[in-house]
């Protein structure tokens, strides 16, 4: 079962806010060096860390310091041929950063072990800094203390936007008062999703009162919405015990008869789209949950519109640290509504 997040989210933020965001530990775990010698970046991590760097490619992708960060599946990047990607015969050394949120995966010291192989220099983030495999990376940063997978991963994200930050604010990407506001809108936003989730709340629950006895789950989402959807999809396999099938808006089909997870974010260049493919497939009578900043008008009546604040411009990560709070919500009604068919 998913423990009890949301309690106090904000307090929780603000508590990772001060260990991770541009601090003395952030510091230790990728020097000044690192952040100049750094001109390509790879991302990877396990099923639920792969949600957590998901989160930032965003973040990477908008930066002109780099040479075209990746986003690479661990199979892929320790089994498939990819060391060629690493950038070997460079100026500059790879910057691998590694997620392994519990850190006991096998295939995340296999990403380790090999791209001190090839030359790179890997960054670990891991709840564990203490992992049987931790001393392989050259760097270790710790989320510190969290109580349960929903915690970690939001941790993660935090760590992983403040790395993005602390590498762009060496190279002068980004000032002083740029890292400062980052913080700010998360703090700012984590009150406001806060003073309208009990409304959520209610929709959710009633989302998991037709769906705890299903077996499948089809999660759809695009852009920045993407780790919402691969972390969603982690949450219902792991605690629901659900197959789950994840597409973006493009390759969706909606011929299945599951229930539907769509998460849309209205800053995405897709959402009208989006919305319009869904607003089609709504005629399908089957349950939908619908997370967006998006307005009431912009779907079908009858959804569940799971409705945040709008995004501000500028900051696609706070959808990640966000919008899958009504994911863990539902997981836990339904591991309540199946104990009491038992």
Request: glycine letters at 8%; proline letters at 3%.
């Amino acid at each position: 079962m998913v423990e009890k997040l949301l309690e106090n989210y904000p307090a929780f933020l603000e508590k990772k806010l001060d260990e991770l965001w541009l601090t003395e530990k952030l510091e230790a775990a990728l020097p000044v060096l690192r952040c100049f010698d750094a001109r390509k970046v790879i991302l990877t991590g396990n099923s639920e860390g792969m949600a957590a760097v998901t989160s930032v490619l965003g973040l990477f992708q908008e930066s002109d310091i780099f040479w075209g960060p990746l986003l690479v599946s661990q199979a892929k990047y320790n089994y498939g041929g990819c060391r060629h990607e690493v950038g070997i015969g460079e100026p500059n050394t790879p910057l691998v950063i590694v997620t392994d949120l519990d850190g006991n995966d096998e295939d995340a010291a296999d990403s380790i072990r090999m791209t001190s192989e090839v030359g790179g220099v890997s960054l670990l983030v891991t709840v564990n800094e203490h992992a049987k495999y931790a001393s392989d990376a050259d760097y270790v940063l710790s989320l510190g203390e969290v109580s349960n997978i929903a915690e970690a991963y939001s941790a993660a994200v935090i760590a992983l936007t403040a790395v993005a930050y602390r590498i762009g604010r060496a190279r002068g990407q980004y000032t002083e008062a740029d890292c400062r506001r980052a913080r700010e809108m998360i703090q700012d936003y984590a009150l406001s999703v806060d003073s309208v989730y009990g409304a959520i709340d209610g929709k959710v629950q009633l989302f998991a009162r037709e769906t705890y006895d299903k077996e499948t789950f089809d999660c759809i989402a695009d852009g920045s919405a993407k780790a919402v959807m691969e972390f969603s999809s982690f949450l219902l396999t792991r605690y629901g015990g659900c197959l789950c099938t994840r597409n973006d808006s493009d390759e969706w089909c909606g011929q299945m008869e599951a229930p539907v997870i769509a998460v849309a974010c209205k800053v995405s260049p897709s959402y009208d789209c989006f919305r319009e493919k869904i607003m089609s497939a709504q005629s399908q009578k089957r349950p939908w949950m619908i997370i967006t900043d998006g307005e009431e008008k912009d779907f079908n009546e009858g959804v569940k519109l799971c409705q945040m604040p709008a995004l501000p411009k500028g900051y696609d990560f706070l959808c990640a640290l966000f919008f899958h709070l009504p994911v863990v919500t539902a997981c836990e009604y339904i591991a309540e509504f199946r104990r009491g068919r038992q």
